[in-house]
């Protein structure tokens, strides 16, 4: 007869456990299957409760065979749930991703082939900062470091030199990529440095592979798992290090479901395992940048190579006064570098961060505009499926032969650059130049990726024309030219980041020229050659220009010199959602330290079908803006058809 009531976490979204029967005493963190509704489902003993057991309560069916989650999961998940405002079941729910694995505990897994590690020689800059690594590890106390150094300066060996030294000692490395699926040169580099494949953990891999890993790690087979930022939710039992590759990178934020930004989750995750954090980057974050100022992170500054890896030269193009050809892009200097890299033998890339072929359509009598029907947004004409697509919904027509509007036929125009664009462009004026197209609907699937990759680094490939999927990672030797076509484009919208993103993403992009022995040069058109970010790219002075930044945003208190919390209404009932935003506005408690921005239709007003606003809460850096949003969004709950997301510290906003 079961005897002790226990809590359990079940993943589903309710704020509290449930508390079931069991025969026996078990640790928090043990996993469990127990009766659910009708069904069976796993859960994790959360912790023992000193109640009496009821009849009432059903019992647990099952202890799963592996050891418990750690305690560091435990509080990881209880304090994420708290920060993020999102139920704990949710966040379980991402720790225990694979529950199905549970039934092939009895399957015997093959070890994977390790082959003699090949360990680098470093620079005198490089074994310091490594030296430190290892110390901090050596003192298994939770510290974070921001890496920071020039592309080409030896990051990716120094952290390895820190893995090398967890694999002769105990414990788990994770390393976090941006876009893991593209990392096939990093994974080499791995491979080669110690002998044996690291696990992987992103949407490519393979359902039985998933099941595989994770039943390994959570015995402690695993010792290094490489992945994407779901990675860090795994229940590692020993997590001793935590990589964070390009930390500023965007795609670590998670914006939908649960909403997190991974690199932050990734320091707390270090933080409760009292285990070493390293943020890497050449162009780190103003969030990272403030934490080293506060003493938070230790930084770790890594000089410039001598000789090899020269930063290249950035030369920037004035487009105001050229008198540009009808439907040319690319300006006489930029053609005329391309013609002489080519002559050369070398290759040459072109930047644009805007998939398809034109931004916008519009009818040449009427000016009407093909938009999405389920968002306010511009359809963009897609060359290879001649079709228009929405890229934020994926709704997708044809080009209408006949306007709607004027009823005139064949009207439709296509507006502006898109990469596909500037491809057909470059082969009218260079008909011999072997292109290829990088943009994620091109290179669909890892496997493309990868042979795409093989074929520029056998020079079968001589211009590379794409977006920002190409900014990272890969270094192809012969790349000595880098043109940005618009080197504004990512400047205009409601971002406060603005400016800083488009500094990391063109500073990254320049990265990919010229690495090796040759020098490489970057042409940088803009029609705004005075802007801050322009002379800061030409005179490569991240230093000053994030200066500047810092003041702007301490001057109106945005982050990191202050605290946001976005809240998204959304809902089909365009006046429910209005409604409701402002009532939540006028019941927004009065606070010395808190502000209200809003509420106002979101930048994206409709999208998929709702409609969209948006109140913006800020608050002094010093207060936690969470008790406050607790208490204010409980206090009056909004009519069931308006949603409410709440995006803690947000990163786009749209
Ligand atoms: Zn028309
Ligand atoms: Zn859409």
Known sequence: MPKIRISVLVPRPFAEPFDYLSPQELAPGTIVRVPFGRQEIYGVVWKRNEKAPAQALKAILEVVDVPPICEA?????????????????????????????????????????????????????????????????????????????????????????????LLERQ???????????????????????????????????????????????????????????????????DLRLVIVDEEHDGSYKQEEGVIYHGRDMAVARARFSEGTCVLASATPSLETLANVEAGKYTPLLLPARFGEAEMPQVQMVDMRPLKMAAQTWLSPALRGALEETLARGEQAMLFLNRRGYAPLTLCRECGDRQMCPHCSLSLVHHKVQEKLICHHCGHMSPIPPQCPACQEVGTYTAIGPGVERIYEEVQTFLPEARCVLLTSDHLTTPKKIAACVQQIQNHEVDILIGTQIMAKGHHFPLLTLVGVVDGDSTLSGSDFRAAEKSFQLLHQVAGRSGREERRGKVLLQTFLPDHPLMQALVAQDRENFFALEAEQRQLHGFPPYGRLVAVILSGKNEGEVEKTARLLARTFPLHGKAELLGPTPAPLSYLRGKY??????????????QPLLRHWLLTRPPPVSVRVQIDVDPYSFF
């Open 73 to 165: 999961s435990l509080q990881f998940i209880a304090w994420m749930s708290d920060y993020t405002l999102t139920l704990p079941g949710q966040i379980l729910k991402m720790v225990l991703p694979v529950v199905e694995a549970f039934e092939d505990l009895s399957k015997k897994r093959a070890l994977p082939e390790t082959r003699p590690p090949h360990p680098p020689h470093l620079s005198a800059g490089q074994q310091e900062a490594a030296d430190c690594l290892r110390e901090s590890l050596d003192r298994a106390q939770y510290q974070t470091f921001l890496l920071e150094g020039v592309t080409g300066s030896g990051k990716t060996e120094v952290y390895f030199e820190a893995i090398a030294h």
């Open 171 to 237: 414990g788990q490395a994770l390393i976090l990529l941006p876009e893991i699926a593209l990392s096939a040169q990093w994974l080499q580099r791995f491979e080669r440095r110690f002998g044996f494949r690291p696990a992987l953990w992103h949407s490519a891999v393979t359902e039985a592979q998933r099941k595989a890993t994770f039943l390994a790690l959570l015995k402690g087979e695993v010792r290094v798992i490489v992945g994407a930022r779901s990675a860090l939710f795994l229940p590692f039992p």
């Open 612 to 625: 969209r606003w948006r109140l913006l809460v800020k608050t002094e850096k010093g207060m936690a803006p």
